[in-house]
């Protein structure tokens, strides 16, 4: 079982994630990718630069032929994985979290990030032979990943309508990765830019990196100040999004993810995926569509790798937190393919109608202290009760057990001495009563 590698990647603070614990793990990475041509991508946190020069070193010094993208989004970096036919991408990125913070993210030459379970496979790597000095890789960079990434969301959308209708979007770069492309983006699109926080800083100066509700109160006053459209904002690496309508309302990342199918199973036909933490409004948008929902573990690369197996099949990926997968540009969760085509469905209508579209459901989440093996007593209770009582459930992940109109999960958490029991439903009342029924029995 893997050591350092967490549901996405090997995680930590400076003094943990250190330059020579980077070139250890490059070099296994390399060797795990066979000594082809590897991508390296990064962030703009401050540590990003060491730990660059340490992963290069590792991976050419075991024979990788490296490029180096510079600064640029994850979804840049895993777009151009097929565009430059590489093995594979190490995207230096510790994503929402706080900037201390800084991880190595791997993704394989189909675009799917290595989970847990594959980064055991890499540690097994983690002794082994250096290149001869005449084998060792060679070293270059490339500078217009961005730009590539820009034309290829450019060709999806409807360039022309959102030109002719020119939407007025307030941008929040959270001063993170967004910068280097956002405003370049949704100007090259036509959209009136009105820009937040768009100053690379791997301090994170502007807001925390999370887009969470309270985090992008500033978005939110702008849009209404400026009487925009709508508001845009996107975590440190720009996988993950989040929207205001114009009425200055926050859209939490799994109705982001509703909207998208709305747009897009509109216009083409396919199945959607996403995890199971996410709102029953995706199921009730996908079935109005006739499109079947694939559950799969919390996690991106689990997504990604449902996406992959389903092929033609799948038209959409998404989760509740925001990241939402467009197959047709690549695997990788891509928040500004989503934001573009929020610019595109603006052009129909705005977003608040949009949003009259979805279902309402209410959400109540808490936490249930308990320890290791503990945890999993109470999942097992919990698996127990609805296979006596036939309900249905799911448990790819914890127990997700849906009802006609609500639905409840029981899961163990990954970083923290509980279990978390999250239930939505369409009253607040039912979903207290939920958790609370679900409490009893997971506590026995
Ligand atoms: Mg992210």
């Given at each position: 079982?893997?050591?350092?590698?967490?549901?996405?990647?090997?995680?930590?603070?400076?003094?943990?994630?250190?330059?020579?614990?980077?070139?250890?793990?490059?070099?296994?990475?390399?060797?795990?990718?066979?000594?082809?041509?590897?991508?390296?991508?990064?962030?703009?946190?401050?540590?990003?630069?060491?730990?660059?020069?340490?992963?290069?070193?590792?991976?050419?010094?075991?024979?990788?032929?490296?490029?180096?993208?510079?600064?640029?989004?994850?979804?840049?970096?895993?777009?151009?994985?097929k565009?430059?036919?590489?093995?594979?991408?190490?995207?230096?990125?510790?994503?929402?979290?706080?900037?201390?913070?800084?991880?190595?993210?791997?993704?394989?030459?189909?675009g799917?990030?290595?989970?847990?379970?594959?980064?055991?496979?890499?540690?097994?790597?983690?002794e082994?032979?250096?290149?001869?000095?005449?084998?060792?890789?060679?070293?270059?960079?490339?500078?217009?990943?961005?730009?590539?990434?820009?034309?290829?969301?450019?060709?999806?959308?409807?360039?022309?309508?959102?030109?002719?209708?020119?939407?007025?979007?307030?941008?929040?770069?959270?001063?993170?990765?967004?910068?280097?492309?956002?405003?370049?983006?949704?100007?090259?699109?036509?959209?009136?830019?009105?820009m937040?926080n768009?100053?690379?800083?791997?301090?994170?100066?502007?807001?925390?990196?999370?887009?969470?509700?309270?985090?992008?109160?500033?978005?939110?006053?702008?849009?209404?100040a400026?009487?925009?459209?709508?508001?845009i904002?996107?975590?440190?690496?720009?996988?993950?999004?989040?929207?205001?309508?114009?009425?200055?309302?926050?859209?939490?990342?799994?109705?982001?993810?509703a909207?998208?199918?709305?747009?897009?199973?509109?216009?083409?036909?396919?199945?959607?995926?996403?995890?199971?933490?996410?709102?029953?409004?995706?199921?009730?948008?996908?079935?109005?569509?006739?499109?079947?929902?694939?559950?799969?573990?919390?996690?991106?690369?689990?997504?990604?790798?449902?996406?992959?197996?389903?092929?033609d099949?799948?038209?959409?990926?998404?989760?509740?937190?925001?990241?939402?997968?467009?197959?047709?540009?690549?695997?990788?969760?891509?928040?500004?393919?989503?934001?573009?085509?929020?610019?595109?469905?603006?052009?129909?209508?705005?977003?608040?109608?949009w949003?009259?579209?979805?279902?309402?459901?209410?959400?109540?989440?808490?936490k249930?202290?308990?320890?290791?093996?503990?945890?999993?007593?109470?999942?097992?209770?919990?698996?127990?009760?609805?296979?006596?009582?036939?309900?249905?459930?799911?448990?790819?992940?914890?127990?997700?057990?849906?009802?006609k109109?609500?639905?409840?999960?029981?899961?163990?958490s990954?970083t923290?001495?509980?279990?978390?029991?999250?239930?939505?439903?369409?009253?607040?009342?039912e979903?207290?009563?939920?958790?609370?029924?679900?409490?009893?029995?997971?506590?026995?």
């Open positions: 079982m893997s050591h350092y590698f967490g549901t996405n990647g090997v995680r930590g603070r400076f003094d943990e994630l250190t330059p020579s614990l980077a070139l250890k793990l490059a070099q296994a990475i390399g060797r795990y990718f066979k000594g082809g041509k590897v991508l390296v991508a990064r962030d703009c946190r401050l540590t990003g630069p060491i730990l660059r020069s340490a992963v290069i070193s590792g991976l050419s010094s075991v024979g990788c032929e490296t490029i180096d993208l510079g600064v640029v989004s994850s979804p840049t970096a895993e777009f151009m994985l565009r430059l036919e590489a093995d594979g991408c190490v995207i230096i990125t510790a994503s929402h979290n706080t900037p201390e913070w800084n991880a190595l993210k791997v993704v394989d030459e189909q799917i990030a290595v989970s847990r379970e594959r980064g055991g496979d890499i540690e097994r790597l983690l082994g032979d250096l290149a001869d000095w005449d084998k060792v890789g060679a070293i270059s960079s490339h500078g217009s990943a961005t730009q590539e990434h820009i034309d290829a969301i450019v060709e999806l959308v409807d360039a022309d309508r959102i030109m002719e209708r020119e939407p007025r979007l307030v941008l929040d770069c959270g001063n993170g990765t967004a910068s280097v492309i956002a405003e370049r983006l949704f100007k090259k699109l036509g959209c009136e830019c009105i937040l768009e100053d690379l800083d791997g301090t994170f100066p502007g807001r925390p990196s999370e887009p969470t509700e309270r985090n992008v109160q500033g978005l939110i006053r702008k849009v209404k400026e009487k925009a459209d709508a508001g904002a996107w975590d440190a690496d720009g996988d993950r999004v989040i929207f205001v309508d114009e009425m200055g309302r926050y859209i939490i990342g799994d109705k982001a993810f909207l998208s199918m709305l747009w897009k199973l509109g216009k083409s036909e396919g199945d959607v995926v996403t995890t199971v933490a996410t709102s029953k409004a995706v199921e009730d948008v996908a079935s109005r569509f006739g499109s079947a929902v694939h559950y799969t573990a919390i996690g991106a690369p689990y997504l990604s790798e449902r996406m992959h197996e389903l092929g099949g799948a038209a959409l990926g998404g989760e509740e937190v925001g990241g939402i997968i467009w197959p047709e540009l690549s695997l990788a969760k891509d928040g500004f393919m989503t934001g573009a085509k929020l610019a595109e469905a603006l052009c129909e209508k705005p977003l608040s109608a949003l009259d579209e979805l279902p309402v459901y209410f959400n109540v989440k808490i249930v202290p308990a320890k290791g093996e503990e945890k999993d007593e109470m999942v097992g209770r919990v698996l127990r009760y609805a296979k006596a009582k036939k309900l249905e459930s799911i448990d790819v992940d914890g127990v997700r057990v849906d009802f109109d609500a639905w409840v999960i029981v899961r163990p990954g923290e001495d509980c279990i978390r029991i999250f239930a939505e439903a369409k009253t607040r009342k979903a207290e009563r939920l958790v609370e029924e679900f409490r009893k029995i997971a506590t026995g």
